[in-house]
């Protein structure tokens, strides 16, 4: 399958050729035509497969026949979970829209609503948009709906988690019947299911990313390590390997911030980026981290959501994530389009029970290596035997590591993942996120830990 085949606006098929994409991803290669024919689509899909020029390219190609929007009107709805997301679904928009006639825009909270509500006023064909602000706007009469053709969720079990449902329901209730509908999310869970009932008309259901089941071109493994010495060995890990682009994912805002100050006094360039940050420090911070200027971007789950970053080499867990899923999110951040990537992550102890959530959801054990000089005093035990040190595990020489991408050495794999344990460990996936302030849920605010 080419791009030429699938009929696209000749304006769009240029926009596409210039980004040099050789061919459409699964996700485009389905949702395309499905879109330009009008149905409704339900896509599980994460971010790296392609999705936002999925649903981006045949929305622009439709709205390219149809007329203009004019007087606060909105032709396509685009609803995303986080700013940074609509920000960057936004740069898709305009990247692939450069050479059709059409306006757009995007709003989200965090900065002034004015501005906003004037850039409305012309109308716009596509608004990208987190929840919480379009409302805002609608009831401020920055926006009209009634000439709607389309609705696109993206990540929306992302929504879920982060308790817009009722901001979407809101939303809903105020848009045209009979629209276009398309609901992107990593996974289909119940809650999706029952939030596409009220949603998608017969829709043709694409799913590119089987449940639970982490990308084949991400190499992941993990080290073994006492919680105090994790930072230190971090260093070690980055000066060792000379890693240059390594994308840090913390569980707190408090423990990124920290983790910059340490790993700058290591000499290792370092920029955090989460809730509390401004969006102009946020930009900035993604800007010099792609730039080559940071080495390291650490991160919060709910802020490294939507970050785009072409083809980035190295995803590290600093600590494992609460929630099992944010695991296959974070290390979907790298080895996307096909490139190879790496995911390491630093497990203490404590962590035992996280692993285990994360090793039955993925449903594979993470090979794992322990890095001489920092081999814990406090066991991390195998996954399914908690307390004993268990099957082997591989001690790399430490400190002059290549090649495999970690401080070197054979890898063995932990054994007994995915073995009945009775209980789950790990927290229920709804209700445990707050969202860091960026553009808060009306209702749902999770009494949550420092995150995001
Ligand atoms: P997304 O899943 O939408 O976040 O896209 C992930 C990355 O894949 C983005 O950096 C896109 O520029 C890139 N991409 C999208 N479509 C293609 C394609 N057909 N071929 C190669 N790269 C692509």
Redesign the pocket.
Known sequence: MLFENLGLAPELSRAVAE?G?????PI?AQAIPAVMQGGDIMAAAQ???????GFTLPLLHRLSQGTAARNNQVRALVLTPTRELAAQVFDNVQLYSKYLPLRHSVVFGGVKINPQMQRLRGGADILVATPGRLLDLYNQRAIRFDKLEALVLDEADRMLDMGFIHDIKRILKVLPAKRQNLLFSATFSPEIRQLAKGLVNDPVEIDVSPRNSTTETVRQKLHPVDKARKQKLLSHLIHANNWHQALVFSRTKHGANRLVKQLEADDIRAAAIHGNKSQNARTKALADFKSGKVRVLVATDIAARGI?I?QLPQVVNFDLPNVPEDYVHRIGRTG??GAQGQAVSLVSADEIKQLRDIERLINKPISREEIEGFEPDHVVPESGKAGSRGGQVNRGRGGNGSGNGGAAGRSSQSRGAGRSEGKRNGPSRGGRRGNGGQDAPRRRRSPQRDSA
């Open positions: 980004q994409y050789e061919k459409p991803t485009q971010t790296g497969t392609g999705k936002t020029a785009d072409d996307r389009a």
